[in-house]
């Protein structure tokens, strides 16, 4: 059950776009499309922003996108806002019927 | 409205128990999987367990297995979490999450903090 890997930080100026990718492995990211995106800004609990890959809940806006390429799955956020700041977590189903998350992304808006 | 309030949680000495509850409320229950995921402090999320909305499909992480134990009472629209033989590395803020299937977590409690410390 190794986390999937994210990179630790991102930045971007606000109205620009930035990519967070979540690395995994056939037995989770790259065997299903149960890959899931979470925000979760200091001190509080985490908020969906993406499932199944590239869904968005309602009330997500839709700068929020994600998708999937073999064993990595990537978020982009466009037209960057100050709110938007936060921890970022990537997570999946895994073979093992078990779940799996990222290390987190911390992004910074500039 | 779908609230999940987590308790249970406090300062626990090494090896000592302590059961944690999610309260569930504004939604059926008893139709949904849950998982409980911590969060020890400036670190990242990491699942540690899930329960099918009736219980017959249990899952726990590596890292709890043997120690924890995953239930449900879903009369009282209740998720619990037994925590035995707790370990320093244990220190956590715990939170429950509503699934959707198996696929994701659509809300989240507050989470509840569990200190491990002598």
């Known amino acids: 059950q190794s986390a999937l890997t994210q990179p630790p930080s991102v930045s971007g100026s606000p109205g620009q776009s930035v990519t967070i990718s979540c690395t995994g492995t056939?037995?989770?990211?790259?065997?299903?499309?149960?890959v899931s995106w979470y925000q979760q800004p200091p001190g509080t609990a985490p908020k969906l922003m993406i499932y199944?890959?590239?869904n968005r809940p309602s009330g997500v806006p839709d700068r929020f996108s994600g998708s999937k390429s073999g064993n990595t799955a990537s978020l982009t956020i466009s037209g960057l806002q100050a709110e938007d700041e936060g921890d970022y977590y990537c997570?999946?189903?895994?073979?093992?019927?078990?779940?799996?998350f990222g290390g987190g992304t911390k992004l910074t808006v500039l | 409205e779908v609230q999940l309030v987590e308790s249970g949680g406090g300062l626990v000495k090494p090896g000592g128990s302590l059961r944690l509850s999610c309260a569930a409320s504004?939604?059926?229950?008893?139709?949904?999987?849950m998982n409980w995921v911590r969060q020890a402090p400036g670190k990242g999320l990491e699942w540690i367990s899930s329960?099918?909305?009736?219980?017959?499909?249990?899952y726990y992480a590596d890292s709890v297995k043997g120690r924890i134990t995953i239930s449900r009472d879903n009369a009282k629209n209740s998720l619990f979490l037994q925590m035995n033989s707790l370990r320093a590395e244990d220190t956590a803020v715990y939170f429950c999450?509503?699934?959707?299937?198996?696929?994701?977590?659509?809300?989240w409690g507050q989470g509840t903090l569990v200190t491990v410390s002598s």
């Open positions: 999450a509503r699934l959707i299937g198996w696929d994701y977590g659509d809300h």
């Open positions: 504004g939604f059926s229950f008893s139709s949904y999987n």
């Open positions: 329960i099918s909305s009736g219980s017959s499909y249990i």
């Open positions: 056939s037995s989770d990211v790259g065997s299903y499309d149960r």
């Open positions: 199944d890959v590239s």
């Open positions: 997570s999946s189903y895994t073979s093992s019927s078990t779940w799996v």
